[in-house]
Nanobody, 114 residues
Framework: QVQLVESGGGLVQPGGSLRLSCAAS????????LGWSRQAPGKQRESVATITAAGSTNYADSVKGRFTISRDNAKKTVFLQMNSLKPEDTAVYYC????????WGQGTQVTVSS
C-alpha cells in the first residue's frame, strides 16, 4: 500500500529554519514527481514546491529564495528546507505525488511565532 509520512514540523521563531521530510513507500519513487503543499486555517490549500523525477524544481512566489525542495531516491524521501520563516508560513504541510494517480500524507504542523 502507498504511504507518505511527513515529519519535522514544530514551533519556530520568525527568521528560523526547519527541514521537513516525507518518507514514501509503495510507489516507484525514482520516477515519481513530488511536491509540498500547505493549508492554513480558513485558507485554500496551496502548492509550495514541486520536484520532478529529473530534479527540476518549481516554487510558489511566496517562498522563492527561502525554501528548497530536494529528494534522496536511495532513501525514498523528499525534503523541504525552510529558511527565513515568517508567521504567514504557519500551516499544515503535506507531501504528495504530482499528477495521477495522486497520493498524499497526513501532514505536519509548522508554527512560526515569537
Amino acid at each position: 500500500q502507498v504511504q507518505l509520512v511527513e515529519s519535522g514540523g514544530g514551533l519556530v521563531q520568525p527568521g528560523g529554519s526547519l527541514r521537513l521530510s516525507c518518507a514514501a513507500s509503495g510507489i516507484v519513487f525514482r520516477t515519481s514527481h513530488l511536491g509540498w503543499s500547505r493549508q492554513a486555517p480558513g485558507k485554500q490549500r496551496e502548492s509550495v514546491a514541486t520536484i520532478t523525477a529529473a530534479g527540476s524544481t518549481n516554487y510558489a512566489d511566496s517562498v522563492k529564495g527561502r525554501f528548497t525542495i530536494s529528494r534522496d531516491n536511495a532513501k525514498k524521501t523528499v525534503f523541504l528546507q525552510m529558511n527565513s520563516l515568517k508567521p504567514e508560513d504557519t500551516a499544515v504541510y503535506y507531501c504528495a505525488t504530482v499528477g495521477a494517480p495522486k497520493y498524499w500524507g497526513q501532514g505536519t504542523q509548522v508554527t512560526v511565532s515569537s
